[in-house]
């Protein structure tokens, strides 16, 4: 079992900048991929970044490319989201993700997800 609680979310102005970080407990976290996704109101739940067990292979979902920078510290079992030059339409609740591998966060499969945290970015 893994548990997976996000920290950092906020409001912010557009062209700022946050971290993201989650905490995930149990003796397996390095075992599993990590990610992030992210739902907006009215939306679907939709891929934002992923990175690896090792850390040595990320992916980035289009919108976020070049702003938003995903890493990982398995000695602190923690995931962080560095999110750069926000946007209005970054607005969303952020969820922290737990798959078995990478390749499988596209397609949503994920073995466990926290609670989200809501980042808003004001216009």
């Known amino acids: 079992q893994v548990q997976l609680v996000e920290s950092g979310g906020g409001l912010v102005q557009a062209g700022g900048s946050l971290r993201l970080s989650c905490a995930a407990s149990?003796?397996?976290?390095?075992?599993?991929?990590m990610g992030w996704f992210r739902q907006a109101p009215g939306k679907e739940r939709e891929f934002v970044a992923g990175?690896?067990?090792?850390?040595?292979?990320?992916d980035y979902g289009d919108p976020v490319k070049g702003r938003f920078t995903l890493s990982r510290d398995n000695a602190k079992n923690t995931v962080y989201l560095q999110m750069n030059s926000l946007k209005p339409e970054d607005t969303a609740v952020y969820y922290c993700?737990?798959?078995?591998?990478?390749?499988?966060?596209?397609?949503?499969?994920?073995?466990?997800w926290g609670q989200g945290t809501q980042v808003t970015v004001s216009s």
């Open positions: 993700a737990a798959s078995a591998r990478l390749v499988n966060m596209r397609g949503h499969l994920v073995n466990y």
């Open positions: 149990g003796r397996t976290f390095s075992n599993y991929a």
């Open positions: 990175i690896s067990w090792s850390g040595t292979s990320t």
